[in-house]
């Protein structure tokens, strides 16, 4: 996907979304399998196209780069773990108890490290596969009331990040 396809959340580029997904899962860890930054980008393909699609949806129901919703925003603020919460703050002055989730639609940092952090508090580890990641997506960000299907992900990801035919 070149630059001009990217129309908003905050993006300049892809290469700006790899930065922040690679240093947040730095500074909050990439997961036992070493694939919290994978699944990261795999989200933002499902949910945004990588940045590429406008946000249609209704206040609330999805913001920012990986559509995140208000009740999940809401309980990461909540119940974020202390440690984690210090993460943040040491490495980019950002206190996420004072977050506000309409934030997130135009930061892209802010959009990733909330999404860091809810996958941070689900206890099963991230899957190797992509058809793996794929249900653990619809299980723990798009849920069953969500309209996303387990498919469209690997479809979204396999098209454009990993350049293969759907």
């Not at 922040?20 to 919290?36: F, Q, Y």
């Not at 934030?103 to 058809?131: S, V």
């Amino acid at each position: 996907m070149n630059i001009k396809k990217i129309v908003g959340y905050g993006l300049i580029s892809i290469f700006h979304l790899d930065m922040i997904i690679k240093d947040v899962c730095e500074t909050l860890g990439n997961g036992g399998n070493d694939n919290a930054d994978i699944a990261m980008k795999e989200i933002c393909a499902q949910e945004t196209l990588l940045g590429g699609c406008k946000d249609r949806s209704v206040y609330g129901q999805g913001a920012g780069v990986t559509q995140f919703d208000r009740i999940g925003f809401l309980d990461v603020r909540k119940r974020v773990r202390e440690k984690d919460r210090q993460k943040v703050i040491k490495r980019y002055g950002i206190d996420v108890k004072t977050v506000q989730l309409r934030e997130l639609d135009f930061n892209p940092l802010l959009a990733i490290i909330f999404t860091r952090l809810k996958y941070l508090k689900i206890t099963a580890p991230i899957p190797i596969t992509l058809e793996g990641r794929a249900d653990y997506w619809k299980d723990n960000h798009n849920s069953e009331a969500g309209a996303g299907k387990p498919e469209e992900y690997v479809a979204n990801a396999n098209r454009l990040i990993y350049n293969e035919a759907a």
